[in-house]
């Protein structure tokens, strides 16, 4: 009696668990619902719809104001970091004309182009310095550079209002931000009829009207507003309700017929769904089973009853045949792998390096620095550390980071006074894992190659994240790279020569290549009696990176 009770309750449980009870369940499901909708539908359907438009409307508008917020916070910060950090906009902030002040305005200029091209921002851009009058001026449109000229000049000539406010630019209307600290008024602006086109090329209404305004759209029963706090406006649009509603009562009809006949059709349909599905999902999953029980020479001879399960019976066969091959393929994976691992730490460890980190200690010891001694050889620890502890092929950039600035104190004893360095990264630069010592290899091509003792040497290492992926940029403002050569070294580099010409440079965009792709690049520029900037792109998604890593 147990044990007729057991497979009883086995087979209702496999009943209940079944993907064509489901199947079954979940067509009643949809079906019945349709045939009680096409009786009580009303007026309150209409309303529902009308009101589900209005939020479907209004989540689209307050994605394109978040957007726009987004831009407006990354021009705030761009001008203010132009204002406060740069020294070009420095110099312009103390108003003395010379020939310091026309060279910072140009350089400023084409800081604020370089500025809009890497990252999402407003339209346009002025700097006023008052005391001479003069106005730097850039705009995304070209054309429109005098405009906006002649906006500001007139915005200011009347009395500003300070933040975001709404104006009009030629003929063009435009979210504009004006800032003023001390004798200097900066800010910029954001054309708003890019985003109106925007907005009624993605809303599926021909009639909807969309406006910017101080005060929201209340008057109508299918206005809506999204609200920009730090504009202080309102993005409002104007629906039709008879464009929405439509030919309502006919697609009712429709529904309703069509709910009886699908009531009817539900027998045929889960036999058909019964043949089509639940036969080779059975024969995959008895498939699987002897996979699992360890017999790999098993493969599925049966025929298939659409091409769907025909590639899904291929594509168990195929895997059937990869399984033992695909060992072998990650063990030789693996060795190249530490292959290339061995091979740039061969590159790491050079002789001028250490001879030169060695004589650096003599010295001081000589000169009894002791703290600056001390100093040195806790950062050869780390290093070595770093380089032969990890057992994973990336690292945190925080690591590599920690590892720059050790490095840049220790240059800094050798050079005193003669390095300047800044490091600007996104907050999610933290999280990246890179190859060990990519950064490091290139800033330490700066020391070797450009610093010299009484000389000053700025070096920037900047880290941006975006949706495309990281961007590093190491610059120095060192005598540059000729045309010729900056040409040989990046054909060097990318045939990745053995002969020791570049190897530095080869070995990096190869490992790049190896870990992100061939989408990953290097890219070296440089201007003679002006500096180098070297350019590191690769692919990047942190949540899929960070679960990968985790799942190793």
């Known amino acids: 009696m147990g044990e007729i009770l057991r497979k009883c309750g086995g087979r209702l449980k496999y009943f209940f668990q079944s993907i064509s009870t489901k199947v079954f369940v979940i067509m009643l499901i949809l079906v019945l619902p349709f045939n009680i909708l096409a009786i009580m539908l009303s007026r309150a359907a209409v309303d529902s719809m009308i009101e589900q438009a209005r939020i479907s409307v209004k989540n689209v508008m307050e994605n394109y104001v978040t957007d726009m917020q987004n831009n407006m916070q990354a021009a705030e910060y761009l001008l203010w970091s132009m204002k406060n950090e740069e020294s070009d906009g420095l110099t312009l902030a103390r108003q003395e004309e010379g020939n310091d002040y026309q060279a910072a305005r140009i350089r400023l200029y084409y800081k604020l182009m370089n500025g809009m091209r890497l990252a999402d921002g407003t339209d346009g851009y002025f700097f006023y310095m008052k005391d001479l009058d003069d106005i730097l001026v850039w705009d995304s449109t070209f ?17 500003f209002k300070a933040g975001w406010n709404l104006n009009m630019i030629g003929e063009r209307p435009a979210a504009c931000l004006f800032i003023q600290i001390g004798s200097v008024i900066y800010g910029g602006w954001l054309y708003l009829d890019d985003i109106l086109s925007q907005l009624e090329n993605d809303i599926q209404y021909e009639k909807a009207e969309f406006t910017f305004a101080e005060n929201p759209e209340n008057q109508r029963e299918t206005a809506v507003s999204a609200y920009s706090k730090k504009g202080k406006f309102y993005l409002n649009a104007c629906l039709d309700r008879q464009e929405i509603a439509g030919n309502i009562s006919n697609v009712y009809m429709m529904m309703q017929a069509g709910a009886f006949i699908a009531l009817f059709l539900i027998p045929v349909l889960y036999m058909m769904i019964s043949h089509l599905l639940m036969s080779p999902l059975k024969t995959v999953n008895q498939a699987q089973k002897r996979l699992r029980e360890g017999d790999l020479d098993y493969r ?28 072998i393929e990650n063990y030789e994976k693996e060795l190249a792998t530490q292959q290339m691992e061995l091979k740039n730490l061969q590159l790491q460890i050079r002789p001028h390096f250490l001879l030169n980190t060695f004589n650096l200690i003599y010295t001081l010891v000589q000169r009894r620095e002791e703290k600056a001694v001390q100093d040195i050889v806790l950062y050869l620890s780390e290093y070595f550390r770093y380089l032969f502890r990890s057992g994973n092929s990336l690292e945190l950039f925080s690591k590599e980071q920690h590892l720059i600035e050790g490095y840049i104190q220790m240059a800094s004893v050798r050079y005193p006074g003669s390095i300047d360095i800044e490091y600007v990264y996104d907050p999610e630069i933290s999280f990246v894992r890179v190859p060990p010592l990519l950064l490091h290899n290139f800033v330490e091509n700066i020391i070797k190659h450009v610093v010299k003792q009484g000389h000053m040497t700025h070096i920037s290492v900047v880290g941006q994240y ?17 045309e010729e050569a900056l040409k040989e070294l990046d054909a060097s580099m990318r045939r990745g020569k053995s002969d020791g010409s570049h190897i530095g440079f080869s070995n990096s965009l190869r490992r790049l290549k190896y870990f992100y792709g061939e989408e990953a690049d290097i890219v070296i520029t440089s201007e003679t009696g002006a500096g180098t900037c070297v350019t590191i792109r690769f692919p990047y998604n942190l949540e899929v990176q960070d679960e990968a890593f985790d799942c190793e």
């Open 300 to 327: 599925i001879t049966d025929k298939a009853n659409s091409i769907e399960f025909e590639y899904s019976f291929q594509s168990f066969n195929k895997m059937a045949d990869r399984i033992q091959t695909l060992k």
């Open 466 to 482: 975006d949706e495309q992926g990281v961007t590093f940029m190491i610059m120095d403002d060192g005598p540059g790279i000729g």
């Open 143 to 159: 054309a429109k550079r005098t405009a906006g000229e002649e906006f500001v000049r007139s915005e200011i000539d009347k009395g």
